[in-house]
């Protein structure tokens, strides 16, 4: 962490018997707060890592992004998502969605999740109607996580306490590292 940018930090140039190991920073997101503890959590598989500055959450897939695909209904003129089944693993405030009839519009982004009601929120009206319509949402590299996640809907695994015991050891970093102070020792 520097300041509100979320980095990743990688082995550049491997160290030798003779000199360390070069580090480099890549920038893979910004928080929304300038100071405070950062606390990082992750799967333990290499897929994600869940961070929380205090106020707010984010998921930061490792590998990229990845896509979402559910069942949902759509109606003409309005802004909802009918879920099917539980809320699928995977989607979150702010990722981009696309269905296979083309009733969403291009750009269209997931503003809100009802896990009591299994209903999400998009930005754009759909266009048609079709009450099973196959819905992709790709979620960006780096996420803000803005509600809880709990309800009816709410998927088994990303309930309290369940999120927390899988997802592996709590890190916590603080801010204002500099890249220059980093040292790796073999």
Same mark, same amino acid.
């Given at each position: *962490?520097?300041? %509100?940018?979320?980095?990743?930090?990688?082995?550049?140039?491997?160290?030798?018997?003779?000199? #360390?190991?070069?580090?480099? #920073?890549?920038?893979?997101?910004?928080?929304?707060?300038?100071?405070?503890?950062?606390?990082?959590?992750?799967? %333990?598989?290499?897929?994600?890592?869940?961070?929380?500055?205090?106020?707010?959450?984010?998921?930061?897939?490792? +590998?990229?992004?990845?896509?979402?695909?559910?069942?949902?209904?759509?109606?003409?003129?309005? +802004?909802?998502?009918? #879920?099917?089944?539980?809320?699928?693993?995977?989607?979150?405030?702010? *990722?981009?969605?696309?269905?296979? +009839?083309?009733?969403?519009?291009?750009?269209?982004? #997931?503003?809100?999740?009802?896990? %009591?009601?299994?209903?999400?929120? *998009?930005?754009? +009206?759909?266009?048609?109607?079709?009450?099973?319509?196959?819905?992709?949402?790709?979620?960006?590299?780096?996420?803000?996580?803005?509600?809880?996640?709990?309800?009816?809907?709410?998927?088994?695994?990303?309930?309290?306490?369940?999120?927390?015991?899988?997802?592996?050891?709590?890190?916590?970093?603080?801010?204002?590292?500099?890249?220059?102070?980093?040292?790796?020792?073999?």
């Amino acid at each position: *962490m520097s300041g %509100n940018t979320c980095c990743l930090v990688s082995v550049d140039i491997s160290a030798t018997t003779t000199s #360390l190991a070069a580090l480099k #920073l890549t920038s893979v997101g910004t928080l929304l707060t300038t100071e405070g503890q950062v606390s990082i959590r992750d799967n %333990n598989a290499g897929g994600y890592a869940i961070i929380s500055d205090g106020p707010n959450g984010y998921l930061y897939q490792i +590998n990229g992004s990845a896509p979402a695909t559910f069942v949902g209904g759509v109606t003409t003129g309005s +802004n909802t998502i009918q #879920l099917t089944a539980q809320i699928p693993i995977g989607i979150a405030i702010g *990722m981009t969605l696309s269905d296979a +009839n083309g009733y969403i519009p291009s750009g269209t982004t #997931l503003t809100a999740i009802d896990y %009591n009601t299994g209903i999400i929120t *998009m930005s754009s +009206n759909a266009t048609g109607t079709d009450g099973t319509d196959s819905i992709t949402g790709n979620l960006g590299t780096f996420t803000r996580i803005s509600d809880g996640i709990s309800g009816a809907f709410a998927p088994a695994s990303l309930k309290p306490p369940t999120a927390i015991k899988t997802c592996g050891p709590r890190r916590t970093y603080f801010r204002g590292v500099a890249a220059d102070l980093i040292v790796v020792q073999i």
